[in-house]
């Protein structure tokens, strides 16, 4: 829909009338990756954007951590209306760089999830090296930007083996080497910078496994070490309690109902997923649905998701599909 039509709408009372509707459905904002006001990455937030968001949060909701959210949730009681919490996934260092200072300036609360092998050095996230793979000189068609969904779409299924051959054969066909560090723009926090936002009050860190693989992809056993010992190492690692656990991926396909309850038996307070959605006081606090806010750039995108005129668009167009 285009900002015109956005315009349009909001012009005529919708996201007005939209915000009343859902104004005790919490949301949950995601992102990953940050870049500098100077700079253009599809897959990243420019800082400017990212203070445009900020503001319209401070002007028009109640910015609350997870943990609180999902404390008031589970407590049974009425949700606060026009509550918003904050999370990124992964663990790269342009959080660090970029949204932990605005954060401060904000005074606003946010949950980090990490990848603790990515963290400690042991290797990066294999998303990043396939993003990599497609932004070098004469790559194969079909690692090209337009066709990454569907190659996205086919590692998820993989067992991990099989996907690291994969980039590695596609690698060697390209003439290149993935490098064993992460350039810059994959770059991973270090514990000391993860330790200096946990202790400055407004980021709690949470797991987002020790590897990153896809839940449905491994098995029981092998998510349930996922699960445990990812919370051991960022625990040790930042030296506090880790509440919060972020799916990989995160989407309807990507883990199992005994992994959902394995998060709970191993301590977590909490999940997120990637389906778009507001919370409810029905919503299971273990499949919190969340909003992604990556290329949310003007007002009108920004007001068309937090105001609830996409989560009601989407309602009413799966209806209609269904009819």
């Known amino acids: 829909m285009s900002n015109f039509a956005l315009r349009a709408l909001r012009g005529l009372g919708v996201f007005s009338l939209t915000r009343v509707l859902s104004a005790s459905m919490p949301r949950i904002l995601m992102y990953h990756d940050f870049c500098g006001p100077n700079e253009a990455d599809d897959d990243a937030i420019n800082v400017e954007d990212l203070r ?4 319209y949060l401070r002007r028009n909701f109640r910015v609350v951590s997870l943990r609180q959210l999902a404390d008031e949730l589970r407590s049974g009681a009425s949700l606060q209306k026009h509550t918003v919490a904050l ?34 050095g042991e290797d990066w996230i294999w998303t990043d090296k396939v993003l990599w793979l497609s932004r070098q000189a004469n790559g194969p068609e079909a690692i090209m930007p337009d066709s990454l969904p569907a ?7 993989m067992r991990p083996e099989n996907r690291k051959a994969w980039i590695e054969n596609t690698a ?10 992460p350039p810059p723009r994959f770059a991973p926090c270090s514990w000391e910078e993860l330790r200096e936002m946990a202790d400055s009050g407004l980021i709690e860190i949470g797991s987002h496994t020790v590897t990153h693989p896809i839940l449905s992809s491994i098995s029981d056993e092998e998510s349930w070490a996922e699960l445990i010992n990812s919370r051991a190492q960022i625990s040790a690692g930042i030296g506090r309690p880790v509440n ?3 799916f990989p991926n995160g989407k309807a396909n990507d883990y199992r109902s005994s992994q959902v309850k394995q998060i709970q038996e191993a301590g977590y307070l909490c999940a997120v997923i990637a389906e778009f959605g507001l919370v409810q006081a029905s919503t299971d606090p273990y499949l919190l649905p969340r909003i992604g806010m990556t290329r949310k750039r003007t007002q009108e995108q920004i007001s068309k ?3 609830g005129f996409a989560y009601y668009q989407e309602r009413f167009q799966s209806g209609r599909g269904e009819a």
């Not at 445009?52 to 503001?55: D, L, N, W």
Request: with cysteine.
């Open 87 to 120: 999370t990124i996934d992964d663990g790269r260092r342009n959080c660090y760089e970029f949204l932990f200072p605005l954060l401060k300036e904000f005074e606003l609360p946010a949950t980090f999830f990490v990848v603790s092998a990515f963290i400690q």
């Open 151 to 157: 190659v996205f779409g086919a590692l998820n299924r």
């Open 172 to 181: 060697q066909s390209m003439g290149v080497s993935v490098p064993k560090t």
């Open 305 to 307: 998701y937090l105001e």
């Open 52 to 55: 445009r968001q900020f503001a």
């Open 244 to 246: 919060c656990f972020c």
